[in-house]
Structure formats: structure tokens, C-alpha cells
């Protein structure tokens, strides 16, 4: 019979005993799975569907009571930043709307002058109260004046909740196994008349990336002529939601600004050449008058 020394022992003890924990925690977990049935999270993503036209007839209440039209907050002349959130979300929703909110404070863009910004939550049974709540604090974090103005939160009942989110590919689940919505994180830029024109994935939204896409939905109505010439060096990737640097065109760009510079000095050198020549040959008029030539 083969000897086990009592190390031996203790670690085939701790084995047996570890292998009997799996076995249990396995049949476990197994067993409330079938108790619960499985959660279907299968919707639970974003489809990008750009170019897409939001519901504006669709019906929500923002954070005062009030009745309104989704199409009461594209005035034809400014982009739209859309989240699609719920209020009571444990963790998921809290870090779109820190990262938005700190990659709108990144921008030269003010909300309320610039743009709007609409955060829209897609559980219908929350309240303009909870929504009143969440606006005044991120308002009051945001901190640029008007910003109260045009950031708007909004609840509203299933069918116009799943109407825009249909439009704009957003899909959710409830899962009851956890209580909680399953869902996908990222924001939508809207043009001034409501159709989609940039995703922006995950959960971070840097401010370059936010005032690109702003730039981009604005159909070039909001900022400086230097601001247009920097999207030229951009390009937007719509398989990760951002903006990538695109270094042929910005070798384009800079072999332009040289040969520019060039022209310029070559320019610069032909001048000064003449003018000297121009200036020796009036020296020479001047010494053959003082001979009495």
C-alpha cells in the first residue's frame, strides 16, 4: 500500500476538499439558473445605424412635468448630444454620464449655446422628480451658465422609450435574475434635425472626440475656420466610436504648409534680389550725375 507522509495528507485533504467545493458551487449555480431560466442579454448592445432619423413626434416628460415632443429640441440649427440611461442604473449609467460630463467640460462648446444635450432614461417606470434630481446635480458639476437650459432629462412611457431607441440601435433587457437592465454604454450626436451622425462607444468620451463629432453633426455650422481645418486631420471610425488621427492627411496637409513656405522664401529671395539690383543701378545713375556724365 503506498505511504502519504502527513504533507501528503494535507494537501490531498485540501484537494478533496476543494474539488468538493466546486462540485457544490457548480450544482448550485446550475440549479438557480434553471430555477430562474437564463437571461436573454441578446439585445443588449448598440447597433450602429447612422444617418437614421429620431422619432421627433415621440412623446416624453421632462424634468418639470411637462409633456413634450422629442422634436421640440432640434431647432435646425444645433447638434444634439442623446443618452440613453436609467436613473436608478447601480453603476453602468453613472459612468456614461461622469465621462460625457467630463468630456463635455473638455470642450469650447457650452450647452445651451452650442448644442443640446438630452439624456433620456429607457425604464418607464421612473419619474420626472428622479430625473429633476439627476439634472440638478450634473448641471451644478458641469458648471458653465445656460448649461440648465439645454440639458434636458426626460422619462416617458415604453412605446416612445423603445421608439428612439429602436431608431438609434439602442437595445436593453431586463434581467431578473440581477434586477437591473442589461444594456451596452456609449452616446449618440444628432444632427440639428435629428438624424444620427456619430456614435460614441464605451465609457470614456474624450473631449476631442466629443467636439469632433459636435463639428461633424453641425454640418460645420459651429466653430472657427482653425477648428475645420483640424477635423480635416481627423477620421471617424465607426467600429470603435472614435476619432484616429489620420497621418496621410496630415503629411498632405504639412507638405502643402511646406511648399507654401518655400514658394514664400523662394518668393522672399527673388524680391530682395531684384531690389538690390534696383538699388546698384540707382547708386550708378547717382555716381555718373555727380561726374557730370
Not at 432619423?53 to 411637462?66: E, T
Not at 464605451?202 to 483640424?230: H, M, T
Request: net charge negative.
Amino acid at each position: 500500500m503506498k505511504q502519504y507522509g502527513s504533507s501528503g495528507l494535507s494537501k490531498l485533504t485540501l484537494a478533496n476538499i476543494a474539488a468538493g467545493l466546486c462540485v457544490l458551487l457548480v450544482g448550485a449555480s446550475a440549479a438557480y439558473a434553471q430555477a430562474v431560466g437564463p437571461a436573454d442579454i441578446s439585445r443588449a448592445g448598440i447597433e450602429q445605424r447612422l444617418d437614421a432619423q429620431v422619432p421627433l413626434d415621440a412623446v416624453f416628460v421632462d424634468d418639470i412635468g411637462r409633456k413634450v415632443r422629442l422634436g421640440d429640441y432640434f431647432d435646425g440649427e444645433k447638434p444634439v448630444v442623446l443618452s440613453l440611461v436609467y436613473f436608478t442604473c447601480p453603476m453602468l449609467c453613472g459612468e456614461v454620464l461622469n465621462s460625457m460630463l467630463e468630456g463635455l467640460q473638455q470642450t469650447p462648446y457650452d450647452i445651451g449655446k452650442d448644442f443640446t444635450a438630452l439624456t433620456v432614461s429607457f425604464d418607464p417606470r421612473e419619474t420626472p422628480a428622479l430625473a429633476a434630481e439627476k439634472k440638478r446635480n450634473y448641471v451644478q458639476v458641469y458648471g458653465r451658465e445656460g448649461a440648465a437650459d439645454g440639458w434636458h432629462f426626460l422619462t416617458g412611457e415604453k412605446e416612445d422609450i423603445d421608439r428612439l431607441c429602436e431608431a438609434v440601435g439602442f437595445g436593453y433587457e431586463w434581467d431578473e435574475a440581477t434586477d437591473q437592465y442589461a444594456h451596452a454604454a456609449g452616446i449618440m450626436i444628432l444632427t440639428p434635425d435629428g438624424r444620427v451622425s456619430r456614435y460614441l462607444l464605451g465609457i470614456e468620451y474624450p473631449g476631442r472626440d466629443i467636439r469632433l463629432a459636435l463639428l461633424d453633426a453641425s454640418e460645420r455650422k459651429i466653430g472657427s475656420a482653425v477648428e475645420q481645418l483640424f477635423l480635416l486631420c481627423y477620421s471617424y471610425d465607426p467600429t470603435t466610436g472614435t476619432y484616429t488621427l489620420l497621418v496621410y492627411r496630415l503629411l498632405q496637409v504639412a507638405g502643402v504648409a511646406t511648399v507654401l513656405l518655400i514658394g514664400g522664401v523662394v518668393g522672399l529671395l527673388l524680391w530682395f534680389e531684384r531690389w538690390q539690383r534696383r538699388r546698384a543701378a540707382a547708386a550708378a545713375a547717382d555716381t555718373a550725375t555727380d561726374q557730370g556724365v
